[in-house]
């Protein structure tokens, strides 16, 4: 039995009623961040499922503007627009763009298979047209092309010759492997892995032109192959200073560490580059959480042993953590004040030990000197 309680948003179609969607909305963010919320739990349930008598109804705000074609829209809706708006569809209008966006809301393919897992899916993900009867599909977990039919999966995997991600291995350690995949020359590969992500992704543009980007695939190695975990995206030139696009631990293998380890090992490349870095906004839920994580143990770790004053400059050459994140990151945790007319660290340490405490698990460590990479340069 679904029932909508206080802080669950539902909407009733407005003919026709027989189905309902309803927003979980996980919690309110109480952050400078811009960050999605959660969607995950998004799904279309039948009338009667609804426990109506409990909810109280959210009224839109009723300031209403005209939209550039002249349709009336309210705040609320303007800012949905604005918020989804989609690369590579700049030519719809106002009320196309709604369309998309009702049409993008609902999840397309149910489940999927990749290697030994059955994955339920979380959101909508662009495949092309002919997959749009599909509720499941089936993965090569290693060239990660996808099939409408386990039989035509079968018959692939007696083919496929790939035991792992295409491009370099630039990391090993115990049964880890990080493998840099080029998306220019990669083109079907880094494709298939953004159809893949997107359907854990919500707001993020789904790149075709994938020759911009690098993409760094995690894998779990075993004498079967290398059966990818997780990765993330990063641009090869990031005029914004983003060392990474998206990021995804798939869900059989999230809460594990993992998360966190893509992150670390972002900011190795970055140090590497000798490059402050930042993750692409906006983030997700899940995504703010992980970085919050992340930066709030690096940072105290640091600040626990070292002895003396510590600039945010200081730090983020240590780190490779872009300033701005330092400092919301220190600020959230109430450890900046404002002293004698100018802003300080106080580093407790009995603070510090509480802070990371609650910071959750370090995650698995990167061992830098497995590390074998250059970074990247376009070859001419
Ligand atoms: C820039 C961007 O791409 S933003 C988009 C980020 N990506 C996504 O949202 C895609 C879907 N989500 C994911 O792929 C994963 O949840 C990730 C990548 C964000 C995190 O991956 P994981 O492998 O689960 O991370 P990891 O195990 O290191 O945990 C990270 C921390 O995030 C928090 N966290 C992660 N998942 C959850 C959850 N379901 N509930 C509560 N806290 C969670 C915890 O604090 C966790 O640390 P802990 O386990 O020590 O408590």
Not at 125 to 154: A, G, I, T, V
Request: a neutral charge; hydrophobic letters at 35%; charged letters at 30%.
């Amino acid at each position: 039995m679904v029932s909508a309680s206080r802080n669950e948003k539902f909407r009733v179609e407005e003919k026709g009623i027989t189905f309902a969607r309803v927003w979980f909305l996980s919690q309110s963010w109480v952050s400078k961040e811009t960050i999605t919320v959660n969607r995950r739990l998004d799904e279309w349930v039948k009338l009667e499922q609804l426990d109506l008598d409990s909810v109280e109804a959210v009224v839109d705000e009723k300031v209403e503007e005209k939209g550039a074609t002249g349709l009336k829209m309210t705040r609320h809706q303007k800012r949905k627009i604005d918020e989804t708006h989609v690369e590579g569809h700049e030519e719809l209008d106002a009320a196309s763009l709604r369309e998309h966006e009702e049409f993008t809301k609902v999840k397309n393919i149910a489940t999927i298979e990749l290697g030994r897992y059955e994955i339920e899916t979380w959101y909508f993900s662009p495949f092309p047209p002919e997959y749009n009867d599909c509720l499941r599909l089936y993965f090569c977990e290693f060239c990660l092309n996808f099939m409408k039919r386990k039989e035509q999966l079968q018959r692939h995997m007696r083919k496929c010759d790939l035991k792992h991600p295409p491009g370099d291995e630039i990391y090993r350690s115990g049964t880890l492997s990080m493998f840099e995949v080029d998306g220019k020359k990669n083109k079907v590969y880094g494709q298939n892995l953004c159809y893949l992500a997107k359907l854990f992704l919500d707001h993020k543009t789904l790149y075709y032109d994938v020759d911009l980007f690098l993409f760094y695939v995690l894998c779990e190695c075993d004498d079967r192959g290398c059966h990818m975990v997780g990765y993330f995206s990063k641009e090869k030139h990031s005029e914004e200073s983003y060392n990474l696009a998206c990021i995804l631990t798939l869900p059989p293998y999230q809460r594990k560490g993992y998360g966190k380890f893509l992150i670390a090992f972002s900011y190795e490349l970055s140090k590497k580059e000798s490059k402050v870095g930042t993750p692409e906004r906006p983030l997700s839920d899940l995504g703010l959480l992980s970085y919050r994580g992340y930066w709030t143990r690096v940072l105290l770790d640091i600040l626990k042993k070292h002895k003396g004053n510590i600039s945010i400059k200081e730090l983020s050459d240590m780190t490779a953590i872009k300033a701005e994140d330092i400092l919301t990151t220190l600020q959230s945790l109430e450890l900046i004040q404002y002293r004698k007319g100018q802003h300080v660290i106080c580093a407790d340490p009995k603070v510090l030990d509480r802070h990371l405490k609650a910071a959750g698990r370090g995650g698995l460590d990167v061992d830098v000197s497995k590390l074998i990479w250059t970074p990247y340069k376009e070859q001419s």
